[in-house]
């Protein structure tokens, strides 16, 4: 059996240069030169890019098996400790089905009236903007309101003014440098983030406040100061079926610390594209408009009538295949697996890209057109393979927070769209920018106007 083909790169480097340039440009290009299973080099670490949906299936499928979150994954400990995000095997799918209860539609469903309280906090600040003529920029707008969404979902309703600003503080200074600590975990071991540099420092600081601040609300559930729909409150509850353990309280702060920096994160991305693609479709944001009066008359919506929103969310879908906030999906192969008739060793890195599959024109007519009729009925009789797209990733490992983000995104841009027009600002073009998540660079500046 054959090794995938690929790249030559620079010695020592590999293709590092070209990933540091245009990540997710150089998966694209790599897969169509190379085809559906491409070999590269990210310095002295051999990569395969899938870009086949049968064998992203197979991939998915295999997950937890015959691959691992690995070493660069375990980078993030030091922020996302022994949550389910870094955990592996047998600990893992312990883990998963003592979370996912909390994350099915019915449980989600009870928070939808924290993400339209949040939204209305918003409205006056977007209010007076648009009075103004003011641009506002929708990645630090949406991020916002993400957090005092994700806040309330974790910690309840009534968590006090000074908590959530402690909690929202620290965790903004961790996304500001996480991308940066990372990347200092992969060179010299690490050794950057033990130096006591200003922004290490601030890093660590951080940390600790949000440590210790997640950890007094955990000792106040064992006082009996319960919101019984707070994630926080399932986590304190919640049993293991067979042994009936329960998690300690440094397992239950680093859930919720994942929960959060998951949460917050890729839906506000998630809304910026939304809202960026919609600057030049104003057609689209009318009809998302017309749908949200007809379906809501005015108000905030009912949890039964998101479904009805279905023009929304055939702009959302279109959003996330475009331009999809997670868009790479990494394992480590824990044994020698064979893909598409390639050997891929063990403790090789393989990527499913949901940006490279989204855009993909076997699978999609003019890939990089925003059109959101490709989600409609009468585009559905005629089905793509299973993994040509795969917004919040596939298999058991699949995204437990897909259904409150949608909750989010649907209710969100159903209501923003009926109160405003979006007007784009002149300057430079919106590109993807990689990192964490696939941000909109530099930025979306946004003119609103009242309906």
């Not at 200074?173 to 600590?181: G, I, K, P, V, Y």
């Not at 060179?187 to 949000?210: D, E, I, K, Y």
Request: hydrophobic residues 40%.
């Amino acid at each position: 059996m054959n090794t995938a083909p690929g790249p030559r790169g620079w010695p020592l480097l590999g293709s590092l240069p070209d990933l540091a340039r245009d990540l997710p440009g150089f998966w694209i290009d790599l897969a169509s030169r190379h085809g559906t299973v491409a070999a590269f080099r990210s310095g002295v670490e051999t990569c395969h890019l899938v870009s086949d949906p049968a064998l992203v299936g197979d991939f998915f499928q295999h997950d937890t098996q015959s691959y691992y979150k690995g070493k660069h994954t375990q980078r993030l400990a030091s922020v996302l400790g022994e949550g389910l995000a870094l955990l592996n095997g047998p600990p893992w799918k312990q883990r998963r089905q003592l979370l996912q209860p909390a994350f099915d539609r019915r449980p989600v469903s009870h928070w939808l009236d924290i993400v339209t309280a949040a939204f209305e906090s918003q409205v006056p600040v977007w209010d007076e903007a648009a009075a103004r003529g003011r641009p506002v920029e929708m990645v630090n707008d949406m991020l916002r309101l993400t957090q005092a969404i994700i806040v309330r979902i974790l910690f309840g309703r009534s968590v006090q003014h000074q908590v959530t600003t402690s909690i929202l503080g620290a965790v903004d200074t961790l996304n500001r440098n996480m991308l940066r600590h990372l990347l200092r975990e992969m060179v010299l071991g690490g050794w950057l983030n033990r130096w006591p540099l200003p922004s290490t420092r601030r890093f660590h600081a951080a940390l600790a406040t949000l440590h210790a601040t997640i950890d007094g609300l955990i000792a106040r559930q064992g006082e009996g100061n319960q919101d019984e729909d707070a994630l926080i409150t399932f986590l304190s509850n919640a049993r293991d079926e067979q042994t009936g353990a329960r998690l300690a309280s440094a397992q239950i702060r680093d859930e919720l610390i994942n929960f959060f920096l998951a949460g917050q994160e890729t839906t506000a991305v998630a809304l910026a594209w939304i809202i960026h693609h919609l600057t030049t479709q104003p057609d689209w944001v009318d009809r998302i408009a017309a749908e949200a009066d007809l379906v809501l008359s005015g108000r905030a919506p009912l949890i039964g009538e998101l479904s009805r929103l279905t023009i929304t969310h055939r702009v959302i879908n279109e959003s996330l295949r475009l331009t999809p906030p997670i868009y790479g999906i990494g394992r480590r192969t824990s044994i020698d697996v064979e893909l598409g008739g390639w050997r891929i060793p063990a403790e090789s890195v393989v990527i499913a890209s949901p940006y490279v599959l989204h855009r993909h024109p076997a699978y999609w007519e003019a890939p990089t057109r925003f059109d959101p009729n490709r989600f409609s009925p009468s585009h559905r009789m005629s089905p793509r393979p299973r993994y040509t797209y795969f917004p919040f990733g596939g298999g058991p490992r699949r995204c437990p927070g897909r259904h409150l983000a949608m909750m989010e995104l649907l209710t969100i841009i159903a209501q923003l769209a009926r109160r405003y027009r979006f007007h784009g600002v002149p300057g430079p073009r919106v590109v993807p920018q990689s990192g964490i998540t696939l941000r909109p660079h530099p930025g979306v500046l946004v003119r609103l106007s009242p309906r």
